[in-house]
């Protein structure tokens, strides 16, 4: 299974990003995680089928209507995610 790592810049924190993608990444049938880092960014942890991540790399293009996403940085790793469910960590 793959897992996608995405820290995600721009005006992301207090427009309801870790939410949206909540929403949509348990709508797609990914397990994993969201988080606010303290420097602003968001952090996401995710794994799925292949072609869910790939659908959910494009989610995080726009993420939520108040967003403004600048940049994201990815990495993929080909491992297991101790995740069951998708979760917002606080």
Do not use: H
């Not at 790592?5 to 995680?33: H, M, P, S, W």
């Not at 942890?45 to 209507?65: A, C, D, I, T």
């Amino acid at each position: 299974m793959k897992v996608l790592n995405a820290k995600v810049y721009g005006k992301v924190q207090g427009v309801f990003f870790r939410k949206y993608t909540y929403d949509f990444a348990t709508r797609v049938e990914l397990v994993g995680i969201v988080k606010n880092l303290e420097d602003g960014t968001v952090f996401i942890k995710v794994s799925g089928r292949e072609e869910n991540l790939k659908e959910f790399k494009k989610y995080l293009q726009n993420g939520s209507p108040d967003s403004r996403v600048d940049k994201i940085d990815y990495s993929w790793e080909d491992s297991y995610v101790e995740y069951s469910i998708f979760e917002i960590e606080y």
